[in-house]
């Protein structure tokens, strides 16, 4: 079937040309394919052309091929532009839609009369921290000549401002509204939830003032990046064993671990999860933190530090029972210390792949420890006496060390076999009797989810630098880390990919400009195989191959 101009030839010699919708058709009598006329368009001077192309458009919306509507199919007419990266973006706009995070805000922005994007606003300086971290100010670059963000051409830095002042303003409501829209939707397990703080230092050497409430944000505290010279500020975030954030928390940077998890319990109680089992490591060990975890019905899995000197810890490590087999190269004690109310339930893990590291590590320090001892032998007065008390102050080698009658060091054997016992050992308590001593067990291991989110956070998102001085704009910046982690954590665990392999390959789906004499077309690449893995892991479509087709005529009318 195809279109067809046939010609009349009129008597004052001119010519009428007719438009035609024709078919051919076997004549068995004939045995040729004749012409057979299935609708005449009329006259060409009198042809509405747009009726045509409507027409068009109608065939290719059905066979799922848009007609680009441009003459001079292909290149013709037609010069390549530019193109922006389109599949990472795509993606992220996606699961931002799939998890609800759209309809939440939009729910949230009908109290309000912005003129501006907010929410489009949001997603792209979320998908920013996701796909290629930059300041603020350069994210108004980056959305309007790098990455064709969906419903969003361009945005200026007081619009993303302005929208980062909102979602402070309605975090809270938002985190619960994220949350319940997540766990719906991928049936998250929330009665463990797993628990951990990081610290992230600034690039000055001056700390907040204090603000009303007598603190400020970025202060100077215990630092897990080891710059304690810095201020800094704290982030917690509590994770489900899938790795999904369900909720983050920022305080100020002299915050002690042990000083939040009040808070944190009653921000978890007030989402009414039901049964809860909070995971904590052994930073966040002591009776006063235990009994907040267990208020109103709560429970906890927490590690136990080895060397705490408590008599219960030494009890349980002593204890004799026989080892259950939880997996290969993995086994577990239990123990109970105490009785009555004063009962403790511990599990005692051994990790026989650990145990082998943890001797090679400390046969590697001994060599070097003997070493040492060798070097100062040696060595006589002043340099001598010198040398030994910087190797009895090295936190390194003292543990292992002792001091004869003449105050020289010497390697503690027995300090040595005592160690030599807790190789590929680790303690774990809980307060949770339903719960099997297996169940405990992995359930602590899953806690690597939470160091998993927070390397993430500071690799993977550029957690910093942090650009902003500003405490509002930078608990709002810790928020859109928070957004982003969400959705590449979803990411990663529909396809088993890593997150930094799958921005590198679905940032090389390309939107291209072709422009000239015969219109505009914007399109994309062809997906790769890879491509379209991920797209039917995730179960999404992939984007549209014209996204915008305009004649000159369209052009000028627009």
């Known amino acids: 079937m195809y279109i067809r101009t046939s010609v009349r030839h009129n008597k004052n010699g001119s010519q009428t040309r007719y438009i035609q919708l024709v078919q051919n058709v076997w004549d068995a009598n004939a045995r040729r394919s004749v012409p057979h006329i299935v609708y005449n368009f009329g006259r060409e001077d009198e042809l509405d052309k747009e009726d045509l192309r409507r027409l068009a458009r109608n065939i290719g919306h059905y066979l799922g091929e848009p007609f680009t509507g441009v003459e001079g199919a292909g290149t013709q007419g037609l010069r390549y532009i530019g193109s922006k990266a389109?599949?990472?973006?795509?993606?992220?706009?996606?699961?931002?839609?799939?998890?609800?995070?759209k309809k939440a805000l939009a729910g949230l922005l009908e109290q309000h009369h912005y003129q501006s994007p907010v929410e489009r606003a949001l997603f792209a300086l979320v998908a920013n921290r996701a796909l290629a971290p930059v300041s603020k100010l350069a994210v108004e670059e980056w959305v309007a000549e790098e990455v064709a963000v969906p419903g969003l051409a361009e945005v200026a830095v007081q619009q993303l401002y302005r929208a980062m002042d909102f979602l402070l303003e309605h975090q809270d409501e938002l985190q619960w509204q994220v949350y319940t829209s997540v766990a719906d939707l991928l049936n998250l397990e929330v009665d463990i939830l797993y628990f951990d703080t990081t610290s992230t230092y600034f690039e000055t050497e001056d700390e907040d003032e204090e603000d009303t409430e007598g603190q400020g944000l970025r202060k100077r505290g215990y630092s897990k990046d080891h710059r304690p010279d810095l201020p800094q500020a704290v982030?917690?975030?509590?994770?489900?064993?899938?790795g999904i954030p369900v909720r983050?928390?920022?305080?100020?940077?002299?915050?002690?671990?042990?000083?939040?998890?009040?808070?944190?319990?009653?921000d978890l109680i007030g989402w009414k999860l039901g049964r809860v089992i909070t995971v904590v490591d052994r930073g966040f060990v002591s009776d006063e933190n235990l009994k907040e975890l267990q208020k109103t019905g709560g429970h906890y899995i927490?590690?136990?530090k080895l060397r705490s000197g408590k008599a219960e810890t030494a009890a349980a490590l002593g204890r004799a029972g026989r080892y259950q087999w939880v997996k290969e190269g993995v086994e577990v004690k239990e123990i109970l210390v105490g009785e009555g109310e004063a009962r403790q339930r511990y599990v005692v893990v051994r990790n026989q792949q650990r145990a082998e590291?943890?001797?090679?590590v400390r046969?590697?320090?001994?060599?070097?420890l003997e070493g040492e001892l060798k070097q100062i032998k040696v060595l006589k007065g002043k340099?001598?006496?010198?040398a030994c008390c910087a190797l009895l102050a090295n936190s390194l080698y003292s543990r292992y060390l002792k001091t004869n009658k003449q105050g020289q060091p010497r390697i503690d054997r027995r300090k040595m076999r005592e160690e030599a016992k807790l190789d590929g050992r680790y303690l774990i308590r809980t307060s949770d009797d339903t719960l099997s001593a297996e169940q405990v067990a992995l359930g602590y291991r899953q806690l690597a989810e939470v160091e998993s989110a927070f390397r993430s956070l500071k690799h993977e998102l550029d957690l910093r630098p942090i650009y902003h001085r500003l405490e509002e704009r930078i608990r709002s910046h810790i928020l859109l880390c928070w957004l982003a982690l969400l959705l590449i954590r979803v990411a990663e665990n529909r396809t088993g990919e890593t997150w930094s392999l799958l921005r590198r390959q679905l940032n090389r789906m390309r939107l291209g400009e072709f422009g000239g004499s015969s219109g505009r077309v914007l399109q994309r690449s062809e997906p790769s195989p890879y491509h379209q893995t991920v797209f039917k892991a995730m179960d999404l479509p992939l984007p549209p191959q014209v996204f915008i087709a305009e004649t000159p005529a369209a052009q000028s009318a627009a």
């Open 383 to 386: 340099p001598h006496t010198k």
């Open 235 to 242: 982030i917690g975030l509590a994770v489900t064993k899938d």
């Open 86 to 101: 389109l599949g990472g973006v795509w993606v992220l706009n996606a699961l931002w839609e799939r998890l609800g995070i």
């Open 248 to 266: 983050c928390w920022v305080w100020p940077g002299n915050t002690a671990d042990m000083s939040v998890v009040g808070q944190v319990k009653k």
């Open 302 to 304: 927490a590690g136990e």
């Open 363 to 368: 046969a590697d320090l001994l060599s070097r």
């Open 357 to 360: 590291r943890d001797r090679t």
